[in-house]
C-alpha cells in the first residue's frame, strides 16, 4: 500500500527481483507508478477492500502514512491476512544481506547513502540500495544489486530505525528534531544508542558531534569516527572552495590518502561524503576508486537541486526543513557570490515550526530576503495555533505569503538577473520552485 512512495517503490522493486509476486495500491498517480507497471506489477488505484479480495496477498505492506480504519488494511486484518509496516519489511529486508549498511542521522541521509551508492555501483560492488530520494546515477531510488552489500536509510523518527540490525551503522549527526514523538534530546540520543548496539560489526560516526559522542559512550564494538577535527581517524584538511564546487585533502590518522574532488556545495556535503567514504574504505573499494566516483556524484533529487536559470535568475529547491539544514544550506548559498538570495520557506509541522521558531528565525536572517509560506500540517492539527505570521515577525524583512501562486508572483516581480531563488521545505514546496521557473521563463 502506498506503493509509489520514495520508501515503498524500491522495496517492491528488490522483492520482485527476489522472485516475489507484488500487487499495490496508491491513490496518486506518479513517475514512480509508471516505472513499477512497467515491471507488470498491478497497481490499484484507490484503496478500497475490494482490492484485497481480488489480489489475495500472502502479507500486505503498508506505508506509515496510512491509517487503521483505511479500507484495504481493515480487509486485510479481517481476512486474517498479516499485515507489516514499511520498517518492519525493510527489516527483513535488509536480514538478508550480510554486509548490510544503514545510514542515520538527523540530517544527511539521503545525501550520504547517494554517495556510498554512487561509489559501490561505480566501483563495481554491484549493491542493492534503498534511497529517500531519486539518484540520476542509476536513474532512481534504489537499485538491486547481486552482491551481498544493502545500503539503506536509517529513519529514527518513531524508532523506524531500531527494527534493523545492520552490519555497518551510520551515524551523521544527532539533533533535537521529531520532539512530536520524542519529547527531549536525551530520548533522541537513547534512541540511537539502541541502533547501534544493534549492530553487530561496525559503527561510523561523526566525531565532531557531541550529541554522538555521548550517544555512543557504552557502545563497545568496534567504531571509526569521521569529521573535520584531526582526532578523527578519517578527516578532511586543505578544504576549498571552487564556485558551486569544492575539494579536500583526505587523511586518515595523520596520513594523506588522496585529493577528493566534490560536485556538490557546503561543509554539510564535506561531512557527507566523508561517512561515505569511511564505510567505502572498509568495504574494500580502493581509494582510487573512491575519489574517482565520488566526483561524479551530483547531488540526489531536492538536494541543492539546480531547476533553471530562466532570465539569469538561477532557482534551486532543497530538502531542508530543520533549523540545522537551513542554516547549512543558506549560509553555503550566500557564499556562492549572488547578487540577492531569495529564501523562499515551507514550515513542516505545526509541532516541528511552534518548537524551534527562535532556531528557525534565526537560520531565515541568514539571507537576503526570506519568504515563508503556510504551514504543512502534514500529519498534525493546528493545536500550537501557530502561524507563518509568527515565525516571519521574528525576521526583519521577511514576507509572510501564504500561497505559492502569491510566492511566484512575488519572486518574477522582484527577482532579477544574477539573483538565486532558493525554495527549502520537506513538503511539496517544489512544486513552487517549479511553477516560479514556468512563470520566469514564461516573464
Same mark, same amino acid.
Given at each position: $500500500?502506498?506503493?509509489?512512495?520514495?520508501?515503498?517503490?524500491?522495496?517492491?522493486?528488490?522483492?520482485?527481483?527476489?522472485?516475489?509476486?507484488? /500487487?499495490?495500491?496508491? =491513490?496518486?498517480?506518479?513517475?514512480?507508478?509508471?516505472?513499477?507497471?512497467?515491471?507488470?506489477?498491478?497497481?490499484?488505484? !484507490?484503496?478500497?477492500?475490494?482490492?484485497?479480495?481480488?489480489?489475495?496477498?500472502?502479507?500486505?505492506?503498508?506505508?506509515?502514512?496510512? *491509517?487503521?480504519?483505511?479500507?484495504?488494511?481493515?480487509?486485510?486484518?479481517?481476512? !486474517?491476512?498479516?499485515?507489516?509496516?514499511?520498517?518492519?519489511?525493510?527489516? =527483513?529486508?535488509?536480514?538478508?544481506?550480510?554486509?548490510?549498511?544503514?545510514?542515520?542521522?538527523?540530517?544527511?541521509?539521503?545525501?550520504?547513502?547517494?554517495?556510498?551508492?554512487?561509489?559501490?555501483?561505480?566501483?563495481?560492488?554491484?549493491?542493492?540500495?534503498?534511497i529517500g530520494g531519486k539518484?540520476?546515477? =542509476?536513474?532512481?531510488?534504489?537499485?538491486?544489486?547481486?552482491?551481498?552489500?544493502?545500503?539503506?536509510? &536509517?529513519?529514527?523518527?518513531?524508532?523506524?530505525?531500531?527494527?534493523?540490525?545492520?552490519?555497518?551503522?551510520?551515524?551523521?549527526?544527532?539533533?533535537?528534531?521529531?520532539?512530536?514523538?520524542?519529547?527531549?534530546?536525551?530520548? =533522541? *540520543?537513547?534512541?540511537?544508542?539502541?541502533?547501534?548496539?544493534?549492530?553487530?560489526?561496525?559503527?561510523?560516526?561523526?566525531?565532531?558531534?557531541?550529541? &554522538?559522542?555521548?550517544?555512543?559512550?557504552?557502545?563497545?564494538?568496534?567504531?571509526?569516527?569521521?569529521?573535520?577535527? $584531526?582526532?578523527?581517524?578519517?578527516?578532511?584538511?586543505?578544504?576549498?572552495?571552487?564556485?558551486?564546487?569544492?575539494?579536500?585533502?583526505?587523511?586518515?590518522?595523520?596520513?594523506?590518502?588522496?585529493?577528493?574532488?566534490?560536485?556538490?556545495?557546503?561543509?554539510?556535503?564535506?561531512?557527507?561524503?566523508?561517512?561515505?567514504?569511511?564505510?567505502?574504505?572498509?568495504?574494500?573499494?580502493?581509494?582510487?576508486?573512491?575519489?574517482?566516483?565520488?566526483?561524479?556524484?551530483?547531488?540526489?533529487?531536492?538536494?541543492?537541486?539546480?531547476? !533553471?536559470?530562466?532570465?539569469?535568475? /538561477?532557482?534551486?529547491?532543497?530538502?531542508?526543513?530543520?533549523?540545522?539544514?537551513?542554516?547549512?544550506?543558506?549560509?553555503?548559498?550566500?557564499?556562492?557570490?549572488?547578487?540577492?538570495?531569495?529564501?523562499?520557506?515551507?514550515?513542516?509541522?505545526?509541532?516541528?515550526?511552534?518548537?524551534?521558531?527562535?532556531?528557525?528565525?534565526?537560520?531565515?536572517?541568514?539571507?537576503?530576503?526570506?519568504?515563508?509560506?503556510?504551514?504543512?500540517?502534514?500529519?498534525?492539527?493546528?493545536?500550537?495555533?501557530?502561524?507563518?505570521?509568527?515565525?516571519?515577525?521574528k525576521v526583519p524583512g521577511?514576507?509572510?505569503?501564504?500561497?505559492?501562486?502569491?510566492?511566484?508572483?512575488?519572486?518574477?516581480?522582484?527577482? *532579477?538577473?544574477?539573483?538565486?531563488?532558493?525554495?527549502?521545505? !520537506?513538503?511539496?514546496?517544489?512544486?513552487?520552485?517549479?511553477?516560479?521557473? *514556468? &512563470?520566469l521563463e514564461n516573464k
Open positions: $500500500m502506498g506503493i509509489g512512495g520514495s520508501g515503498m517503490c524500491p522495496l517492491a522493486e528488490i522483492l520482485l527481483a527476489k522472485g516475489y509476486e507484488i /500487487t499495490g495500491s496508491d =491513490i496518486a498517480e506518479g513517475d514512480t507508478l509508471e516505472r513499477i507497471r512497467n515491471y507488470g506489477i498491478k497497481v490499484y488505484m !484507490g484503496q478500497n477492500a475490494e482490492n484485497i479480495k481480488d489480489a489475495k496477498p500472502d502479507v500486505l505492506c503498508y506505508t506509515a502514512a496510512i *491509517k487503521d480504519d483505511n479500507p484495504e488494511l481493515v480487509a486485510a486484518r479481517e481476512m !486474517g491476512i498479516p499485515t507489516l509496516e514499511r520498517s518492519e519489511m525493510l527489516g =527483513i529486508v535488509v536480514s538478508h544481506y550480510k554486509k548490510s549498511v544503514a545510514i542515520s542521522g538527523t540530517h544527511g541521509k539521503t545525501s550520504t547513502t547517494g554517495m556510498l551508492t554512487q561509489i559501490l555501483v561505480g566501483s563495481k560492488k554491484d549493491p542493492s540500495a534503498i539518484l540520476p546515477y =542509476i536513474g532512481g531510488n534504489s537499485h538491486v544489486g547481486k552482491s551481498d552489500i544493502m545500503v539503506c536509510e &536509517a529513519c529514527e523518527y518513531v524508532d523506524s530505525f531500531l527494527q534493523l540490525h545492520p552490519f555497518i551503522s551510520v551515524i551523521l549527526n544527532i539533533d533535537a528534531d521529531h520532539l512530536d514523538y520524542f519529547k527531549n534530546l536525551d530520548n =533522541i *540520543k537513547k534512541s540511537f544508542n539502541k541502533f547501534a548496539h544493534q549492530t553487530s560489526n561496525l559503527v561510523v560516526y561523526n566525531g565532531d558531534n557531541a550529541n &554522538a559522542e555521548d550517544a555512543l559512550e557504552d557502545v563497545n564494538i568496534k567504531k571509526i569516527t569521521f569529521g573535520l577535527s $584531526m582526532e578523527n581517524d578519517y578527516y578532511a584538511t586543505n578544504m576549498q572552495r571552487h564556485g558551486v564546487t569544492q575539494s579536500y585533502d583526505l587523511m586518515y590518522q595523520g596520513e594523506f590518502l588522496t585529493k577528493i574532488n566534490l560536485s556538490v556545495p557546503g561543509i554539510h556535503n564535506v561531512y557527507n561524503s566523508l561517512a561515505a567514504i569511511t564505510v567505502a574504505d572498509y568495504l574494500g573499494v580502493p581509494i582510487k576508486d573512491i575519489a574517482e566516483n565520488i566526483a561524479k556524484f551530483t547531488g540526489v533529487h531536492r538536494r541543492f537541486e539546480l531547476l !533553471g536559470k530562466p532570465n539569469g535568475i /538561477t532557482v534551486v529547491d532543497d530538502f531542508a526543513h530543520h533549523p540545522t539544514e537551513l542554516t547549512s544550506t543558506l549560509e553555503t548559498a550566500m557564499e556562492l557570490g549572488f547578487n540577492h538570495v531569495w529564501a523562499v520557506f515551507q514550515p513542516h509541522t505545526f509541532s516541528r515550526t511552534a518548537l524551534l521558531m527562535d532556531d528557525f528565525a534565526k537560520a531565515l536572517k541568514i539571507p537576503d530576503t526570506a519568504i515563508i509560506s503556510a504551514i504543512l500540517p502534514v500529519r498534525e492539527t493546528n493545536t500550537y495555533n501557530v502561524y507563518n505570521t509568527d515565525l516571519g515577525k521577511s514576507v509572510c505569503l501564504d500561497t505559492f501562486d502569491e510566492i511566484t508572483d512575488y519572486i518574477v516581480k522582484n527577482a *532579477k538577473e544574477g539573483d538565486l531563488v532558493l525554495t527549502m521545505g !520537506g513538503g511539496n514546496v517544489y512544486m513552487c520552485a517549479n511553477q516560479i521557473v *514556468k &512563470a
